[in-house]
């Protein structure tokens, strides 16, 4: 079983302030990728890489910078956050196109 | 681009009951499609993954066949049980092309009560 670990699972961090969300996945997955979801939006790309230091424009990434240190770690920067992005984030990998995606367990942003 | 519609937000049903929920989608190349489960506080998890053109694949009392005719990959059970009230999610991805991004529907909540 594919395993992604996202930590933190519950972060609460005030308007302006840096967040980093990480990504870790342990089944050497070439693709992997940032959601956030929101009620009515179901499941929005944010930013997806296809391997170390490599790095993709997802369908909502205003806001949002991401890094792919290496092949395993993924991560999801907000350097001035806003009450907008409050969300649930999730970060899912993926072996060659065509196959399925795995998610990790998500984590769950508040921006006060 | 890639695009999946699907078109029912809410299905609320007795249990017992078939449900069908739909699923269409654009693509210029071969594709794959999933259906993808989402139960309330977890992450959300493969359900099913097509096969070939016309053939029905099943997993866990769910079925789908990809018609590539129409365009769909339709989520069937012939008997709801409250258990599968969850999200559900149908995706695609390409198998050439070169685009790598899965692209998901905005998800089916389906409610079942006794």
């Known amino acids: 079983e594919a395993a992604v670990t996202q930590s933190p699972r519950n972060k609460v961090t005030v308007t302006g302030g840096n967040v980093t969300l990480s990504c870790r996945q342990t089944?050497?997955?070439?693709?992997m990728y940032w959601y956030r979801q929101d009620t009515g939006h179901g499941l929005r790309l944010i930013h997806y890489s296809y391997g170390a230091g490599n790095l993709q424009i997802g369908d909502v990434p205003d806001g949002y910078k991401a890094t792919r240190t290496t092949q395993e770690d993924f991560f999801l920067l907000l350097e001035l956050a806003s009450p907008s992005q409050t969300s649930l984030y999730f970060c899912?990998?993926?072996?060659?196109?065509?196959?399925?995606?795995?998610f990790g367990k998500g984590t769950r942003l508040t921006v006060v | 681009g890639d695009s999946v519609t699907q078109t029912e937000g809410l299905v609320t049903l007795t249990k017992g009951l078939p449900v069908m929920l739909n699923c269409t989608y654009q693509t210029t190349y071969s594709p794959f499609l999933f259906w993808y489960v989402q139960h309330l506080n977890e992450a959300p998890k493969l359900l099913l993954k097509?096969?070939?053109?016309?053939k029905r694949t099943e997993h866990q009392g769910f079925y789908a066949t990809l018609h590539k005719s129409s365009s769909s990959f339709h989520l069937q059970k012939s008997s709801v049980q409250l258990s599968d009230s969850a999200l559900y999610f149908c995706a695609l991805r390409e198998t050439s092309g070169g685009n790598y991004k899965p692209t998901f529907g905005k998800g089916t909540s389906l409610v079942v009560h006794p």
């Open positions: 089944n050497s997955h070439n693709y």
């Open positions: 097509s096969s070939t053109d016309n």
């Open positions: 899912a990998s993926s072996d060659r196109v065509g196959t399925e995606v795995f």
